[in-house]
Every structure is written in structure tokens, then in C-alpha cells.
């Protein structure tokens, strides 16, 4: 049998390749194990999102664990991520299942673990979950009603419990009577009917079952994303743009004029929010490829940071042992204090529509105030699909500090936390990384323009392929 190994955010494979139904049982026995360990009797939430495949294996992670005693309380119908994170919580889990592979190609499916904290699981729990995994399983010959029958197994509506939560914790009133309309884009994700049922007079894209994507991956990034920009540049009256990826823990949006707000930008306004407006107090936690404006701000506002590992695993830990007021990672991922300690796209929408309405300001209006405090900045990613054994000469060169320089960029400084960042001069640096969940290499940038982002990773780019072909 092949080995399953847990990347940065769960066990993530190719449908019919390595994501099959016997591998997930397999990984659902080292669940259960997990879960027994702790317990003689435990309990267990289990969730799926949009993606192919994701009822038949999520009931299949079901039927093992009710087959070594675990209650199980398995989502009706797709659910997005928190939603599940929110019902372990609830319900007092041991562990939580989620079946997705978040923002990956259509091709993809997934096994993320969450904590009864409502959170991802910590990477101690995580390591010793993948050290359960057996290398065969018995096929179950208990069915699922059985267990229902039993009271073993109970189907639960984690949407409308997430949605309740939602309701007691903003005033969607103010948010529906604001001066903007909202273009909402699903991306075909689990969030496609959240957003309808909490705001109104919305501009809906993309917020229908389509478990193929149309093919696209459903990451919320500008350039997967020019339905909705131009949704917003051609409507008439001011209009804020929200997007949210497959399983709608990551967002993304575009101001009133169709430009887009990457996640470094979301962060800031969110502490700015929090901190300024709110008098909100705690640690800012964001992992090491977010943008070091971060760093300005919270010296800016007096709060801690801390750099953490890529992984929200990590981000997450530290909330919940610490008072943490915001975690944030490059990819979209954002927690919050007052909400559970995970990675919400529509909660960090809402509260930054909420901003919007209580202030009266426009995004960009609201952009302007943090450039304020931290300066402007652009900040962009290229995915490069490179062969194997290129991408870990490139690595192996990081590794060894080969590198001096990047065309006429010359390196300053290092720092290797998790990947190399490269840093040119005080507001310009490159980062590279392998991706932890696809075969790519991704080199990240900041500089003060867009296009001098855009030229720095070009330089980078083709130094990198230069130097090694």
C-alpha cells in the first residue's frame, strides 16, 4: 500500500490515484485509533465539502469510526470547513473530519483533521494520527443505518448551526442597509449558500454544485477570479467584491473600482479594525510568508507578533494556548478573536463589510488609512511547475546559500523559518518555497509597486531556471 503522509494542511491526493476509498479507510482506522487512545468511548464530527467524491468518503470515514465505537455526528450535506471546526466545538469532539482539498485542483481531494477547540488539530496529534495508519484494512460489514438505528451515527445540520452563530455575533441589519452591494463569488465552494441567506441585494457568482470547478482551481486569487472583477467594474452603484475558495476557509475581494485585496492587505485592515476601532488587545500570530508590513503595523499599534511555520496548524495552536487577536496566513487564511480559532473567508468578510458600514468608507478608503500607519506595498506569487529533480536542486541551492544575487538584486539578508526569504533591501524581498500540497515551487514577492513586484519575480524566476537548466 502506499504511504500517506499529512502535508502542511492535512492528507491531500488525486482522486482514484492515492485518494481512494480503502486509503481512506485506512486513515479513518488510524483516526479511530487516535480517538480510543484518548478515550474508551469518543466522539467524532465528520464534514465534506463540494469537491467529487466527498459524500461517498466522508461516509466512509464514517463507517469506520462508528465500527470501533466512536459516536459520529456526520454533516447533511456539504459544509465548509469552519462549519465543521464550529459543530466539534459544539459537540464536544475528540477529533473532526474534513473532507476537502481546500483551494487544490478539481482533481484533488482531501483529509483535514480539526480539535475539539474548534480549530485544526495540533501537529503533535497530527503526527501521531499519520503514525496510526495501517498498511491494510478489513472491509466494514456494519452498514450506516445500522449504526443510526444504534444511535452510534446522528446526521446533523452544521450549516444552520454556523449560520445561528453568525446571526448572535454580527449586525447584519447595518451590513444590509450599508451604501455598497456585495458581488459574492463561491468559486463553486461550500460557502455558495452561506452568503445568500445572511446579505442581501447580492451579486451571486458561481454559487451552484459543480464539483468539477469548470476545471478551475477554486483559490481565491486575482487571477482565477475575472468573472467577479468584472462583475464589479461593469455594475452600476458601489459595489465590494468577496470571494471565498472550496471550502470557504480562505477569501479574497476587490474594492469599489474592481481592484483586488490580496490576503497581506486583509490582515492589516483587519488589526487596524480590530485594534483601532474595536479596542481590541492580543498577539498577532501570521505564518512566515506574510508580508513584514504586519510586523510594522503591530509596532505601529504596540501588540506582539510572532512568525510562525506555513501551516495554519501552527497559527492555530498558539490561539488556543495564548490571546491571540489575530492569525493570518499569505494564502487567505485568517482567524479572529471572538470566533472559533480557524480560518473563516465569510466571517472575515463580514467583519470587514462591517468595518465598511460603521465607518461609511470605501474599501480603498479604508486601504488608505493602513498605508497610513505601515506604507503602500504590492505583493504577488508565482506558481512554478517545475520537474522533480529541478525543483530540489533549486531547494538544495537555497539550502547551501548559493545564491548571492537575483539578476541586480542583490541579497542583504536571509531567513529560512520555513523556505528562504530573501530580503533586498527594506521593503523589497522574494521568497521560495516548495508548495506543501502540490507539486509546485512558489516564489513570493513584495515590493512597493505591483510593477515592481511584477519585475522583481520575473528577475528571480528567470535567474532561478537560468542557473539550473
Request: proline share 4%.
Amino acid at each position: 500500500m502506499n504511504s500517506i503522509k499529512f502535508g502542511t494542511d492535512g492528507w491531500r491526493a488525486i482522486i482514484a490515484d492515492d485518494f481512494t476509498v480503502e486509503n481512506v479507510r485506512r486513515v479513518a482506522v488510524a483516526t479511530a485509533r487516535w480517538v480510543q487512545q484518548q478515550n474508551q468511548r469518543g466522539v467524532a464530527v465528520i464534514g465534506y465539502d463540494c469537491r467529487f467524491g466527498g459524500e461517498l468518503f466522508a461516509r466512509t470515514a464514517a463507517q469506520m469510526l462508528c465500527a470501533h465505537n466512536i459516536k459520529t455526528y456526520l454533516a447533511e450535506g456539504f459544509v465548509s470547513t469552519p462549519m465543521v471546526s464550529l459543530a466539534a466545538r459544539h459537540y464536544g469532539a475528540d477529533i473532526g473530519v474534513v473532507i476537502t482539498a481546500s483551494h487544490n485542483p478539481p482533481s484533488y481531494n482531501g483529509y483535514k483533521l480539526k480539535g475539539g477547540h474548534g480549530g485544526p488539530s495540533s501537529p503533535s496529534v497530527i503526527a501521531a494520527v499519520e503514525a496510526l495508519i495501517p498498511e491494510q484494512v478489513s472491509t466494514p460489514t456494519v452498514s450506516l443505518q445500522t449504526y443510526e438505528a444504534g444511535g452510534l451515527l446522528e446526521y446533523v445540520d452544521m450549516e444552520a448551526l454556523y449560520l445561528d452563530h453568525v446571526r448572535r455575533h454580527f449586525d447584519l441589519e447595518l451590513i444590509n442597509q450599508a451604501n455598497f452591494i456585495v458581488a459574492y463569488d463561491a468559486m463553486f465552494g461550500a460557502g455558495q449558500r452561506v452568503a445568500p441567506a445572511l446579505l442581501r441585494n447580492t451579486i451571486l457568482l458561481h454559487c451552484d454544485y459543480n464539483p468539477s470547478f469548470k476545471g478551475q482551481a477554486p483559490e481565491p486569487l486575482d487571477r482565477n477570479l475575472a468573472e467577479l472583477a468584472s462583475a464589479i467594474r461593469n455594475a452600476p452603484g458601489n459595489v465590494v467584491g468577496l470571494a471565498t475558495d472550496g471550502d470557504a476557509d480562505r477569501l479574497g475581494m476587490y474594492d469599489e473600482t474592481g481592484a483586488f485585496v490580496d490576503a497581506h492587505h486583509i490582515i492589516l485592515l483587519l488589526i487596524h479594525y480590530l485594534h483601532r476601532y474595536k479596542k481590541m488587545n492580543g498577539k498577532v500570530v501570521v505564518a512566515f510568508s506574510v508580508s513584514d508590513k504586519v510586523k510594522k503595523m503591530c509596532l505601529h499599534y504596540g501588540l506582539p507578533v510572532e512568525v510562525t511555520p506555513i501551516g495554519f496548524k501552527y497559527i492555530s495552536e498558539k490561539m488556543v494556548k495564548e490571546d491571540v487577536l489575530l492569525g493570518g496566513e499569505e494564502s487567505g487564511g485568517i482567524a479572529v478573536k471572538g470566533h472559533i480559532p480557524e480560518r473563516d473567508g465569510i466571517w472575515d468578510g463580514l467583519l470587514l463589510l462591517e468595518f465598511m458600514a460603521r465607518t461609511g468608507k470605501s474599501l480603498r478608503e479604508l486601504i488608505r488609512e493602513v498605508y497610513d500607519v505601515v506604507g503602500s506595498f504590492s505583493f504577488n506569487r508565482l506558481d512554478l511547475h517545475l520537474d522533480e529533480e529541478l525543483k530540489q536542486k533549486i531547494i538544495a541551492n537555497c539550502r547551501e546559500g548559493r545564491y548571492r544575487s537575483f539578476g541586480r538584486y542583490t541579497i542583504l539578508r536571509t531567513e529560512d523559518l520555513d523556505g528562504f526569504k530573501y530580503h533586498f533591501s527594506n521593503d523589497e524581498w522574494v521568497m521560495i518555497r516548495p508548495s506543501g500540497t502540490e507539486p509546485l515551487l512558489r516564489v513570493y514577492g513584495e515590493a512597493p509597486s505591483s510593477q515592481a513586484v511584477s519585475g522583481m519575480l520575473q528577475t528571480v524566476k528567470q535567474a532561478l531556471l537560468e542557473n539550473e537548466t
